[in-house]
RNA sequence: GUCCCCGUCGUCUAGCCCGGUCCAGGACACCGGCCUUUCACGCCGAUAACACGGGUUCAAAUCCCGUCGGGGACGCCA
């Protein structure tokens, strides 16, 4: 137990779990369960302004969509604060940090005024060495005061190595006393966040690089309290194809992982595609089942460069990256059926289509279809829409389809309702069968077999597109077929 | 402005540490073909990148220097 790999996604409540976040969760979640450690769920909610708790179940309903489940946790920190304040307060007694008394305006206008100056801003150490009374007047005038922590003088630096990103050396030179506790004696998050981690015995800190620079801090944190600091590891950022951090407001729900959920994305199939925005295999794989990816993963694949997060707002084609909607269209087709249907379940009972005996004495049939028209999708979501006709008797008929395979032929309307006889005396309902009615019909008629075969196809499916026609006749059924045939005459109006 | 990081096809990336096997490999997207009286799947093929400039070397995507470009951090936010 000593060893124990731990590790955690710390999230801020502030908005609900976008795919950067999630990737990082995926990334924590991976490195416990190769080194059969924990992953621990800690919200930072000590931002009382932003954080809301609903934003708190969205994470979490979102990290139990993509099934990346926690050991310990949620874990909140407001509960913590005590513990963080008595940490300051360690250090101020070690001379570790120091009370400043300077004012936050004082400092807003000293910072405004090197920004003008083009001057890089610095705390002035105004306060380091007040004398022991000078403190005490300050107090007994009632001044406010922060906690700032005192970062060691002269030549020496930080330095640690990062898995990803390798040896990092920040010169305290370089490190502004930084404040650890609010005037109002809350604390703030460098501290918080590193005695949380303390408290929870994390060994490897990932997150994103974002954090890289706070990094230096935090160990001088770990340092003065003679605690030996986590392993770092650092993710590159996500970025939009304008390379910019992505974010709700700027992008919308296409970078919400709800949003998956909503389109009809299979959630392994969205880890999958998260995990390889900046990792990969030395290998060419790129499609992994849970296990392999447990296994194949390693923090040293995880590459140094952002990656672009390649969506095209207003894409007629593609809602979102077409790399993901790839992958999920790989897990659709290639997954076990009974498996896809646990996902297609509920879409079919929210749109109505679901009937219990698709899991008894219609059992086969289902499956059947589902595999059969499978390979023309992209989400869960297809099935219920571009597949109503295969499971309902109320379908939309394509616009374009009709006009082409219908309107353009009126005579179809004549021969289809015989058709439909003939079909009625089909001696079984086999594809071979259906296939030697089907052409004979034609041939008596000297009709043109593309011209009855796509049009019988639109009848049927509403489409123009989908599976060949007499395996499509056989799963829709005969008694569909022949009503959808002898309709055909709706469609002219 | 200061400090730090990054820079291979449109996108995700392999290769870089340990120079030659790389006129740079894979995947997605795009284009073409085969299959198919539809579409998709599948298969085959095409287009497409070492940011730039110097240097070191017989030889550089790989090593060194510089330039440019991009990103991050600099809060009594997390």
């Avoid at 404040?179 to 994103?208: C, E, F, K, M, Q």
């Avoid at 900046?278 to 390693?298: K, M, N, P, V, Y």
């Avoid at 894409?315 to 290639?334: C, E, G, V």
Wanted: with cysteine; glycine share 6%.
């Amino acid at each position: 137990m000593e060893n124990e790999i731990r590790v955690r996604f710390a999230p801020s409540p502030t908005g609900y779990l976008h795919i950067g976040g999630a990737r990082t969760a995926v990334y924590n979640w991976l490195f416990a369960k190769k080194h059969n450690g924990k992953f621990i769920l800690r919200i930072e909610d000590t931002d009382t302004e932003r954080s809301t708790e609903a934003s708190t179940e969205g994470i979490l309903d979102g990290l139990r969509w993509l099934g990346i489940l926690w050991d310990e946790g949620p874990n909140l920190q407001s509960n913590n604060i005590e513990k963080h304040k008595k940490i300051a307060l360690k250090l101020l007694s070690t001379g570790h940090a120091y009370k400043c008394f300077c004012t936050k305006e004082g400092l807003d206008a000293r910072r405004e005024l090197a920004k003008e100056e083009k001057r890089a801003y610095k705390y002035e150490k105004t306060c380091t060495n007040l004398t022991e009374d000078e403190i005490k007047e300050k107090e007994s005038k009632g001044m406010p005061f922060v906690v700032r922590f005192k970062v060691p003088e002269g030549e020496g630096s930080v330095i640690f190595k990062d898995v990803v990103y390798g040896i990092n050396e920040k010169k305290y030179e370089d490190i502004e006393d930084f404040v650890i506790l609010r005037s109002d004696g809350s604390p703030l998050y460098l501290l918080s966040n590193a005695v949380d981690d303390i408290n929870d015995r994390i060994t490897h800190v990932i997150r994103g690089q974002d954090g890289l620079a706070n990094t230096p801090r935090q160990i001088l944190i770990y340092e003065a309290l003679g605690i030996t600091p986590p392993v770092f590891a650092h993710m590159p950022l996500t970025l939009d194809t304008k390379k910019e951090k992505i974010s709700k407001r700027k992008h919308g729900e296409v970078v919400a992982v709800q949003f998956y959920r909503e389109k009809g994305f299979i959630p392994w199939a969205l880890v999958n595609f998260l995990v390889l925005l900046g990792w990969h295999t030395s290998d060419d794989r790129e499609i992994f089942t849970r296990e392999e990816l447990i296994d194949a993963f390693t923090l040293e694949g995880v590459s140094k460069s952002n990656s672009i997060f390649n969506y095209k707002p207003g894409d007629p084609k593609f809602f979102t990256d077409p790399k993901a909607l790839s992958i999920n269209a790989t897990y659709l087709r290639s997954m076990p059926v009974e498996e896809l249907n646990v996902y297609l379940k509920p879409l079919f009972m929210n749109a109505g289509l679901w009937r219990d005996e698709y899991e008894s004495v219609k059992k086969n049939w289902f499956n059947k279809t589902i595999d059969l028209i499978r390979s023309r999708y992209h989400t869960l979501n297809d099935f219920v829409n571009l597949g109503r006709a295969y499971f309902s008797d109320e379908f939309p008929v394509d616009e374009a389809a009709s006009k082409k395979n219908i309107l353009k032929h009126p005579h179809l309307k004549d021969i289809f309702p015989l058709l439909a006889e003939r079909l009625g005396e089909c001696p079984a309902w086999e594809i071979s069968d259906i296939e030697a009615t089907i052409r004979q019909f034609i041939e008596e008629k000297a009709e043109n077999p593309g011209t009855v075969i796509n049009g019988i196809r639109t009848v049927v499916s509403g489409q123009s597109v989908g599976p060949g026609l007499f395996e499509l006749i056989e799963v829709i059924g005969k008694e569909r077929v022949i009503e959808r045939l002898k309709n055909t005459l709706v469609l002219y109006k």
